[in-house]
């Protein structure tokens, strides 16, 4: 008997371990591991630095590699190293028709799943579907044209193309068979953009096995004894650096305190260059994913400050691991978003959504004073993650919701 053949599609792969590129991998590799033969169309490694890996640069502008029983097929695809959005829009529009040539090399699938962002990767997926009659799943990790007009990427008086872009959007989302995405409040924003679609909520998830060892030993960027607040993940538009810095400015004059980013991006020169005003804050870049169990768990507390215009076009992937590292969270951002729905039933930390710096700073130093309810806040937010986020739980529903 012939096995099941599934062709998933989208930019981000191994070796890039984190954020989209650590989701699509896991995936792609727990279907093998269930016995589907799954191949990928990709580009070239380049996030979240912004440039193509060193390793990968001398390699030819079509690439077939096997990675853990994957088939991967590979564009080299144009990266700029400053993602304005007239240049984000030619590295998509690179990857989607540089790939066309790798539609004729992948064995006829029964599947094809579709990652968003780019929301261009579903123009291939359909091409496949319109070549093999395949079904096409469409799985929504970022509302990318909304995140790019919410953050400024794009802006107002950009009105015509705005429309032009969304009637896009739509008209390929219409091509799916089934459409998923991350979070409830994206499954609603995904209702309203596409009526009567057959829709299926697919959170995120975690290999909740490797953050759950509590003999990791303090990481080498986290080893003082002064109480450490860290941020780790991409330095990019959606996070609100004005915010953050204010409130490093109220820290200024607190002692035993340590701030600790972890992370590069779009934005990581103008962060990093901002931060050397701060002597009590330190910039590392990114931990190869093996490392990031030991580098959350030893923070004492971790910050994520979103801007609190963006309602759900995205559930940022760093907050389960945040929360399974057994250590609180001060979170901010809109009221009505998913990650406040989470924080909220978890107990797993403070959310703030009225940009009060102040009540952060507050927060912060009850925390350093209080380390029973730092350890308290940190198991409500490991057991809420181990319970409904689980890999092998969430990809196995996921499975029998692909079989029907």
Request: with cysteine; proline share 3%; hydrophobic share 35%.
């Amino acid at each position: 008997m012939s096995k099941t053949n599934i062709t998933i599609v989208g930019v981000n792969y191994y070796p890039e371990d984190s954020a989209i590129g650590l989701y699509t991998t896991q995936q792609a590799e727990y279907l093998q591991s269930k016995g589907y033969n799954v191949s990928i169309i990709t580009g070239f490694p380049y996030y979240p630095q912004w440039q193509i890996r060193s390793d990968y640069k001398d390699k030819t502008r079509w690439y077939k590699e096997v990675i853990n029983n994957v088939t991967v097929y590979r564009y080299k695809q144009y990266v700029p190293s400053n993602p304005t959005f007239s240049k984000r829009i030619i590295h998509l529009l690179s990857f989607t028709f540089g790939n066309i040539i790798n539609l004729f090399k992948v064995d006829k699938p029964n599947y094809v799943i579709c990652i968003v962002p780019f929301t261009s990767s579903i123009l291939l997926g359909w091409l496949l579907k319109l070549r093999y009659r395949s079904k096409l799943w469409i799985h929504i990790q970022d509302f990318e044209f909304d995140a790019a007009i919410d953050s400024g990427l794009l802006s107002s008086n950009k009105s015509f193309f705005i429309t032009c872009i969304l009637w896009v959007e739509k008209f390929l989302l219409k091509r799916a068979d089934t459409i998923s995405t991350i979070s409830n409040g994206m499954l609603n924003k995904l209702n309203n953009k596409v009526k009567n679609a057959n829709t299926y909520y697919l959170t995120n998830w975690l290999d909740t096995s490797k953050f759950r060892v509590k003999t990791i030993q303090k990481h080498d960027y986290l080893k003082s004894d002064n109480f450490k607040i860290l941020y780790s993940g991409n330095i990019g538009a959606k996070q609100d650096w004005d915010f953050f810095f204010a409130v490093l400015e109220g820290l200024k004059t607190s002692t035993g305190i340590e701030v600790i980013v972890v992370g590069e991006g779009a934005e990581k020169t103008k962060v990093v260059q901002k931060i050397q005003q701060y002597d009590f804050v330190k910039h590392f870049n990114l931990v190869p994913y093996e490392e990031l169990p030991s580098l959350l768990s030893s923070a004492d507390v971790h910050v994520l400050f979103q801007k609190s215009d963006v309602i759900d076009t995205v559930m940022p992937s760093k907050l389960l691991g945040m929360m399974a590292s057994s250590k609180p969270s001060i979170v901010t951002g809109n009221k009505a978003s998913e990650v406040a729905t989470v924080y909220q039933k978890s107990q797993g930390g403070y959310y703030f959504s009225d940009n009060s710096v102040d009540s952060v700073i507050d927060c912060i130093n009850e925390l350093k004073n209080n380390k029973e309810l730092c350890t308290q806040l940190g198991a409500n937010a490991e057991q809420f993650v181990v319970k409904n986020y689980s890999k092998e739980n969430i990809l196995d529903n996921f499975i029998l919701e692909l079989e029907k």
